[in-house]
């Protein structure tokens, strides 16, 4: 992965939410970065090929179109970690999937169009994998502003 | 609720917007809608929550945020709530839930992630959030993610 340079971060650390809805919206964000609308778009293009960025463009909240997300939890043998994580990352309504260090050693984020979707995909996962999902859902939310500057 | 030319427009920029002049216009070549419409239904769905925002997701891993700790706490239920506001306003915490116990393997019902540059930094968040909950918090852990596995966001039919 390549230096970022003082342009990636400004433009990570001020592209983070509100980008305009307008004819050219990098053009309007590139006048207020200080720089012009080519250099944002090909830094823009850069930071998702090094993976820097992992999306550009609008992050859907799928309860508020009648569908579900959930926290779900596996613990995988080591063993079969590989394999395993290829048969959850499979479905498309695994949205993330962590690694994490517990004995409950994979976490994912599944989101569907449906209620009835998510007990589909785990039964799914249950299925494929023969593992028992942990499914943890959200009873309430007290904060969500996954907003991070850069440190590097 | 949204209508089936708003499922086209999610469908076709949930994994990101053109990286182009005129980014919507594009997507409305895309799925036979004028420029201007696209920007009308966009900014209705940021209006109703249904858009969160537009903008960059960046992989913390890569940005310096190389510790990652999904705090966890069995935090009594009469007071849960009301702590769990108080821990989810708290600057370095970015998301916060209340979630059921899976007892007896998981006995943690107060999810509050944090992050830092080393596990170190993690640790003492961790715990200013255990001082702030107190008597009322009877166990705790913190798992770090040691890799991503997968990251796309979500993803709907076509």
Known sequence: MSELTAVDRKIIDNLQGEFPICERPYAAVAERLGISEEVLLQR???????KVLTRFGPMYQIERMGGAFILAAL???????????????????????????????????????????IAEAVARIEHDTGL??????????????????TRR | MIDEIDRALIVATQGGLPLVARPYHAIGEQIGLPGEEVMRRLQALLAAG???RIGAVPNHYAIGWT???????????????????IVGALP????????????????????????????DECAVKALEIKALLGDACRANDILY?????????LRIGG
């Open chain 2, 92 to 119: 370095f915490v970015t998301h916060s839930y209340r979630r059921p116990r899976a007892l007896p393997a998981w006995p943690y019902n107060l999810f509050a992630m944090v992050h830092g540059s080393s596990r």
């Open chain 1, 75 to 117: 613990a995988v043998p080591e063993a079969r970690y590989e394999e395993v994580t290829a048969l959850v990352n499979a479905l498309p309504q695994v949205a993330h999937n962590y690694r994490r260090e517990h004995a409950m050693n994979m976490w994912f984020v599944l989101a569907t169009e449906t209620q009835g979707g």
């Open chain 1, 132 to 149: 028992p999902v942990y499914a943890f859902p959200k009873e309430r939310e007290f904060f969500v502003e996954m907003k991070l500057e």
């Open chain 2, 67 to 85: 510790a990652n700790g999904m705090t966890v706490w069995d935090v009594a239920d009469d007071q849960v709530d009301a702590l769990g506001a």
């Open chain 2, 145 to 153: 993610s040691t890799k991503i596995l997968k990251k796309t966001g």
């Open chain 1, 44 to 50: 823009l293009e850069r930071l998702l090929a090094d």
């Open chain 2, 50 to 52: 249904i858009i969160r």
